[in-house]
């Protein structure tokens, strides 16, 4: 086997809370990263960038993605188009290797993603290292991550390749409650919800309302951009057609209302599924131990 996770012994769980605090203040510190101030969402989609490239179906650990080898740094696949915006993320990380020699890229960007997410107020990710830099031979093709124009039949079948079930594929796209679309990155436009730098379930209560003429629902923007939808109330708010997927399989819309009526049920299943998208495609020893961090408010 070659992607398998060296023990998290080597390093105690002390140095680790301390990258954590020191990301998190990084975070904090530099509060003009973005339009909406934190690097925090950019963080949590460059650490699922770095695991979604997995392919369960794919036995060849050249080409199977996952987070392991950061392989991301390299050119190919970090030009993939998908990845367009999030060189910024990575040098925004950079002194951090700098300063923890033996960190690897695949546990600082997982880790940074985990760090970003706690934050912000989601719930607590249980998190293993031991990944290790590989070569540019391991970098995963092109074409692996999700595209945004899709609808149901497609995410289904896209999440499937990553292991993924319907409620944890709906509570991961869930994390679009971060952050916002860049025209100069995606060319889509706008953020999911109000609150962009907080981690709730505020994507659902958005979602749910479904295409319509009614009070909060969705329209198709009228714009030269790609089709996106956006909110009746304010304009400002903005769905991709693979969110939009969501609310049309009724399967999805189920889960869906589940979310948007009970954050708690959404945490339930986001942070174990997350927790699960960044060790995808990695073998960890079973003696590895799951590290649980302290937001930097619990240590004040
Ligand atoms: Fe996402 N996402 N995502 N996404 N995403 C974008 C931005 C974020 C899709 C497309 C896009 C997940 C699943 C999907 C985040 C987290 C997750 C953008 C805009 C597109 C397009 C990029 C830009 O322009 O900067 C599609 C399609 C899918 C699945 O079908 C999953 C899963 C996660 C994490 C668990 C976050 C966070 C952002 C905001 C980034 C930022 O810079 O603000």
């Known amino acids: 086997k070659v992607k398998v996770a060296t023990l998290s012994d080597i390093h105690s769980f002390k140095e680790y809370q301390q990258v954590y605090n020191d990301i998190a203040k990084k975070i904090e510190d530099e ?56 060189a910024k993320g990575r040098e925004f990380l950079e002194p951090l290797l700098k300063k923890y020699t033996w960190l690897s890229h695949g546990d600082l960007w997982t880790l940074a993603g985990v760090v970003a997410i706690q934050e912000m107020g989601g719930p607590k990710i249980k998190w293993r290292p031991g990944r290790k830099d590989l070569s540019e031979e391991y970098q995963a093709p092109n074409g692996k991550l999700p595209d945004a124009a899709q609808g149901p039949d497609y995410v289904r079948k896209f999440f499937n390749r990553l292991d993924f079930t319907d409620r944890e594929m709906v509570a991961l796209i869930g994390a679009h409650t971060l952050g916002r679309c860049h025209v100069t990155s ?113 240590q004040s």
């Open 31 to 86: 509060d003009d990263f973005d339009v909406d101030g934190s690097a925090g969402p950019n963080l949590v989609r460059l650490a699922w960038h770095s695991a979604g490239t997995y392919d369960k179906y794919d036995k060849n650990p050249h080409t199977n993605g996952g987070s392991y080898g950061g392989t991301m740094r390299f050119s190919k696949e970090g030009g993939d188009g998908a990845n367009n915006g999030l």
């Open 186 to 298: 995606s060319g889509y436009d706008g953020p999911w919800d109000f609150a962009p730098t907080m981690f709730d379930n505020g994507f659902f209560t958005q979602l749910q309302k479904g295409v319509g003429s009614g009070e909060g629902q969705w329209h198709l923007r009228k714009w030269d951009g790609p089709e996106q939808y956006e909110d009746n109330n304010s304009n400002s708010l903005m769905m991709l057609p693979a969110d939009m997927a969501l609310v049309q399989d009724p399967k999805f819309k189920k889960i869906v209302d589940e979310f948007a009526a009970s954050q708690e049920a959404f945490f339930n299943e986001f942070a174990p599924a997350f927790q699960k998208l960044l060790e995808s495609g990695i073998h960890f020893p079973k003696e590895s131990k799951e590290l649980v961090f302290r937001t930097l408010d619990e």
